[in-house]
């Protein structure tokens, strides 16, 4: 295969201006106005001892699923990025959690950025072809969600307002995925683009990253890895509302998801906290779960879900050998020359 134009790989820089505590305070305020607004009133004296009885058969079975989640994202990662380097299932699931540590416990998901400039240094691929691995995860996982919920909208009924979001977004999922297609075969339109000049030469070099991902074999095992990831994902969620006496059906849970999903997409404080939670009891009401019942079912899919994952990634931060304050100075984690793929 050719080798790729050469670009300065991007680096990630804190912005110096005054500006820069904006959106962070915008995340911050968001949370903590869903927290009021889910816990507002709530009868903590009747609804603790509910708390207190949830069923810890049900909580194992969806910590082992929730920790087995990320797993499985390390993998469907590790397998996308093969035809361009072997970043390897146990490094790829390393990366993933200690993201997923970072995005817990700071806010904005700077693990979001993280996880691509580590997998870009221990593998050594370039850190353009690894932004475009991410790009690819998020439209395979849009793609399934939206076949998912197409599947749970004809086994239950949901009101007329979710079915039209549900509308608005599968066109804008189509219309991504239609895109990334096109980016993945458009070889010749990214070399014309990178002889038209250097203003176009890093756009034409982000387009090959995408041709040079598209191999069916790779790209069929992360679309199947996907399914697997995102199905995961509902176990959890089924679990801990049968340990928690609320009896939803596995399309119900699997709905709930896809609204956690869409709602938490947003960056926000810190583990999603307050947002998880109004998206999850918003989410139960669909299905008549009333309000105090699904506070606390969020209360216990939050705390479940959490713990165990900063708990695990925390590990995984503690194996990569560096400290929080190391995010905001990434020159030592951008590869110090480009992958040879």
Not at 77 to 89: D, I, K, M, N, R
Request: proline share 6%; net charge positive.
């Amino acid at each position: 295969m050719a080798s790729l134009p050469e670009t300065p790989s991007p680096e990630i820089a804190v912005p110096s201006t005054s500006r820069s505590w904006v959106i962070p305070v915008l995340g911050y305020a968001l949370s903590i106005g869903c927290l009021v607004w889910v816990y507002w009133g709530y009868p903590w004296a009747e609804e603790l001892p509910k708390l207190l009885k949830v069923d810890w058969h049900w909580v194992a079975i969806g910590v082992f699923f929730e920790i087995a989640t990320y797993f499985m994202q390390g993998w469907r990662w590790s397998v996308l990025l093969q035809p361009v380097g072997h970043a390897g299932v146990l490094r790829a699931t390393r990366a993933v959690y200690v993201g997923i540590f970072l995005n817990e416990v700071l806010p904005m998901r700077p693990g979001e950025i993280l996880r691509p400039l580590l997998i870009a240094k221990w593998a050594r691929i370039r850190l353009s072809l690894v932004f475009c691995s991410v790009v690819m995860e998020r439209v395979i996982d849009g793609i399934w969600l939206l076949v998912f919920f197409a599947i749970t909208v004809s086994v239950i009924d949901l009101p007329k307002r979710v079915l039209v979001g549900a509308q608005a977004l599968a066109g804008l999922v189509a219309v991504l995925a239609a895109l990334l297609l096109v980016l993945m075969f458009s070889r010749g339109l990214a070399i014309r683009m990178a002889r038209a000049g250097r203003r176009m030469r890093k756009f034409a070099t982000f387009l090959l990253g995408f041709n040079a991902l598209a191999r069916p074999r790779s790209l069929l095992a992360g679309v199947a890895l996907s399914f697997l990831y995102l199905a995961f994902q509902v176990v959890p969620i089924y679990a801990l509302a049968h340990g928690y006496g609320v009896p939803l059906s596995v399309f119900a849970a699997t709905t709930v998801l896809i609204i956690l999903r869409l709602g938490t997409v947003i960056p926000q404080g810190p583990g999603n906290v307050g947002v998880s939670q109004a998206v999850l009891v918003l989410g139960l009401s669909l299905f008549g779960v009333d309000r105090n019942t699904a506070t606390g079912l969020a209360t216990v899919v939050f705390a479940v879900i959490t713990v165990p994952l900063v708990i695990s990634g925390f590990i995984a931060f503690l194996i990569t050998g560096f400290r929080i304050r190391d995010i905001f100075d990434t020159k030592g984690l951008t590869p110090s020359r480009s992958s040879s793929h």
